[in-house]
């Protein structure tokens, strides 16, 4: 019989705490999965002011410090999944991810859905090795 794969939760007290019974991310076979991931201001737990661009750039600040608490950066991001409740705002996020990640880019995924967490326009999740 195989050994479970053993979970190691990842946190950093550079975000704000979870909104519910879920880890910020976890280690698992040398991976990192982060969870999604909102425009939360990490001191206040709110939503950040503005639009998507500027909820997208607190987005990244807010995976760059969970991939820091486990010794990564987004290089070293495999896989992202991008969601928005309005694709007329792909161009802008489009512009914001790309001055954050470099080539070769992450295989991702960006789809429109109806709502998600505390009003939020964007919210993004990924892979790491």
């Known amino acids: ?12 007290g550079r975000i704000a705490p979870p909104a519910g019974p879920f880890s910020p ?3 698992a076979g040398g991976m990192i999965y982060l969870s999604g991931q909102v425009g939360q201001d990490p001191v206040t737990g709110r939503l950040v002011d503005g639009d998507a661009t500027r909820q997208m750039e607190q987005v990244l600040n ?10 990564r950066s987004l290089a070293d991001v495999v896989r992202v999944g991008i969601y928005l409740t309005d694709m007329r705002d792909f161009q802008a996020i489009n512009s914001v991810y790309a001055r954050h990640f ?8 960006t789809v ?11 919210e993004l999740d990924l892979i790491a090795g």
């Open 102 to 109: 470099e080539a070769p880019y992450p295989a991702r995924t």
């Open 112 to 122: 429109a859905v109806a709502a998600l967490p505390l009003g939020a326009a964007v």
């Open 25 to 27: 991310a976890i280690q």
């Open 1 to 12: 019989m195989e050994e479970p794969m053993r979970r190691q939760a990842i946190t950093s």
């Open 62 to 71: 807010n995976v760059r410090s969970v991939l820091e608490a486990a010794g």
